[in-house]
């Protein structure tokens, strides 16, 4: 299994980080992507995906796009050169917290959506609440190889994700039984081979887990846990399911194939 999404530059894998990427291991997770959301959390995204054999990707999220200046473009450029950087973003909107003012976040998209064409780059995108104009600036400028990650919306925005040709990132969003409901219907509507898997660590804990981690702090050994939640939504085998996934990401993000003589590649159990 590959998780595509685990925020693992923030303070609460500070003390543990070792274990947390050795316990993923173990869970059959045998590489993770590590999310950059700011140009300084990229940099050490970059040197976690270093440190441990593992991706990252470069961008800046919305909430944080009024923080961006005439620096960040081009330190994003320089990121995106690094061999272990995989992707541009996470960018997009959000227009649910709204920490950034829309004029912003609609600037800052539009220039990482160009900067991934330029450098020919996927895209890691966050789209909350911000559907439809989400969807017209993707199509706008013509984003071919992009994933919506954590998608959490509904019927119309998921197909119109899907008829731009995006790959769609579930969460254990899905495990939540308030407000992940329908994602169990709308998983089975996602072709096969545009489904990522992600936990978003440390964030969005699956609610369902018995016991509850310590602090609910989620970590990308949880990512079976999903695993099988989409699985028994979708009338899906688990291993098969599994495969499918982690080959998605491989292409996706363009990673080496298992068995490949690149240092970078852990063997990819199942
Ligand atoms: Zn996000």
């Given at each position: 299994?590959?998780?595509?999404?685990?925020?693992?530059?923030?303070?609460?894998?500070?003390?543990?980080?070792?274990?947390?990427?050795?316990?993923?291991?173990?869970?059959?997770?045998?590489?993770?992507?590590?999310?950059?959301?700011?140009?300084?959390?990229?940099?050490?995204?970059?040197?976690?995906?270093?440190?441990?054999?593992?991706?990252?990707?470069?961008?800046?999220?919305?909430?944080?796009?009024?923080?961006?200046?005439?620096?960040?473009?081009?330190?994003?450029?320089?990121?995106?050169?690094?061999?272990?950087?995989?992707?541009?973003g996470e960018c997009?909107?959000?227009?649910?917290?709204?920490?950034?003012?829309?004029?912003?976040?609609?600037?800052?998209?539009?220039?990482?959506?160009?900067l991934a064409l330029?450098?020919?780059?996927?895209?890691?995108?966050?789209?909350?609440?911000?559907?439809?104009?989400?969807?017209?600036?993707?199509?706008?400028?013509?984003?071919?190889?992009?994933?919506?990650?954590?998608?959490?919306?509904?019927?119309?925005?998921?197909?119109?994700?899907?008829?731009?040709?995006?790959?769609?990132?579930?969460?254990?969003?899905?495990?939540?039984?308030?407000?992940?409901?329908?994602?169990?219907?709308?998983?089975?509507?996602?072709?096969?081979?545009?489904?990522?898997?992600?936990?978003?660590?440390?964030?969005?804990?699956?609610?369902?887990?018995?016991?509850?981690?310590?602090?609910?702090?989620?970590?990308?050994?949880?990512?079976?846990?999903?695993?099988?939640?989409v699985a028994r939504?979708?009338?899906?085998?688990?291993?098969?399911?599994?495969?499918?996934?982690?080959?998605?990401?491989?292409?996706?993000?363009?990673?080496?194939?298992?068995?490949?003589?690149?240092?970078?590649?852990?063997?990819?159990?199942?």
């Amino acid at each position: 299994m590959i998780d595509v999404g685990a925020n693992l530059t923030h303070a609460a894998f500070r003390d543990d980080l070792p274990g947390v990427v050795a316990r993923a291991r173990a869970a059959g997770v045998g590489t993770i992507v590590v999310t950059g959301t700011t140009v300084a959390e990229s940099r050490q995204a970059a040197a976690v995906a270093d440190r441990f054999e593992l991706y990252s990707t470069a961008g800046v999220h919305p909430h944080h796009a009024k923080e961006c200046d005439s620096m960040t473009l081009a330190a994003l450029r320089d990121l995106a050169r690094h061999p272990r950087v995989v992707a541009i973003g996470e960018c997009g909107l959000d227009f649910n917290r709204n920490y950034s003012p829309h004029p912003d976040q609609e600037k800052w998209f539009v220039a990482q959506i160009e900067l991934a064409l330029s450098v020919d780059k996927p895209l890691f995108l966050h789209s909350r609440d911000a559907h439809p104009r989400f969807a017209q600036i993707v199509k706008h400028h013509g984003v071919k190889n992009a994933v919506a990650h954590c998608f959490t919306g509904e019927r119309d925005e998921l197909h119109a994700y899907l008829d731009l040709g995006l790959y769609i990132g579930i969460t254990g969003w899905i495990c939540d039984e308030r407000r992940g409901r329908h994602l169990l219907e709308l998983v089975k509507e996602i072709p096969r081979e545009r489904l990522l898997l992600e936990t978003d660590s440390p964030y969005l804990t699956p609610r369902d887990m018995r016991p509850q981690p310590r602090a609910r702090r989620n970590e990308p050994a949880f990512l079976p846990h999903i695993l099988g939640a989409v699985a028994r939504a979708s009338a899906r085998p688990l291993e098969e399911l599994a495969a499918e996934t982690a080959r998605n990401a491989r292409v996706f993000f363009g990673l080496h194939e298992p068995g490949s003589s690149a240092a970078a590649q852990r063997p990819l159990a199942a």
